[in-house]
């Protein structure tokens, strides 16, 4: 099985600056790793697939790069609205997995 | 526009079993799979596994094989997903979520499916 860790726990940052967030891989998933946003209360919402392809709607703010074992997601000058739970997703190899999510909040 | 909606919330016994169901509507059904994935309290997204919405093929995380069953019936482009044998740590929000090419863009408003004595 695929163990996807998340690094780190948590972010501080402020609004308007950058977050960058990182995924790695037990083994190569290739370019299928996925990013969500969770928000309390809420059902996740996908912002990235394929690493790189951001999903319809989603701000051009989130960008995602890597591939094989390494993986980030940055969110350029943060708004108010980003501050929640982000977690990656391999889809390369079943059975699938998450990681343990990093939560952005509010320097 | 795509929706998934889910039933609503269950109380269970240790012991019992619980079906969460997940009505599909908005696209083809037999044209996606249902995956599933759940989250108990305070923590994160755990993956349970996958069922294919044209044949029924699924695919289950190792730590519920033999206590998970996934199921469709395409006549109402709805999914189930049942689970036995609950113990405490089972309590959590079930998820569904369609599946394409592997991610999920569109997913349930959530099951909480509680266990206690």
Redesign the interface.
């Known amino acids: ?1 695929i163990v996807m860790t998340q690094s780190p726990a948590t972010l501080s940052v402020s609004p308007g600056e950058r977050a960058t967030l990182s995924c790695r891989a037990s083994q190569s998933v290739s370019s ?1 790793l ?1 990013w ?1 946003q ?1 928000k309390p209360g809420q ?4 912002l990235i ?1 394929g690493a790189s392809t951001r ?2 709607g989603i701000p051009a703010r989130f960008s995602g790069s890597g591939s094989g074992t390494e993986f980030t997601l940055t969110i350029s000058s943060l708004q108010s609205e980003d501050f929640a ?1 982000y ?1 990656c ?1 391999q ?2 190899n ?8 990093t939560k952005l909040e509010i320097k | 526009q795509v929706q998934l909606v889910q039933s609503g919330a269950e109380v269970k016994k240790p012991g019992a079993s619980v079906k969460v169901s997940c009505k599909a509507s908005g696209y083809t059904f037999t044209s996606h799979g249902i995956s599933w994935a759940r989250q108990a309290p305070g923590q994160g997204l755990e993956w349970m596994g996958w069922i294919s919405g044209y044949n029924g093929n699924t695919k289950y995380a190792q730590k519920l094989q033999g206590r998970v069953t996934m199921t469709t019936d395409t006549s109402t482009s709805t999914a189930y997903m049942e689970l036995r044998s609950l113990r405490s740590d089972d309590t959590a929000v079930y998820y569904c979520a369609r599946e394409v090419g592997g991610y999920e863009p569109n997913w349930g408003q959530g099951t909480l499916v509680t266990v206690s004595s």
């Open positions: 099985e299928n996925a969500y969770q059902a996740p919402r996908l697939y999903a319809t739970v977690y997703q889809y390369n079943w059975p699938y997995a998450f990681g343990q999510g």
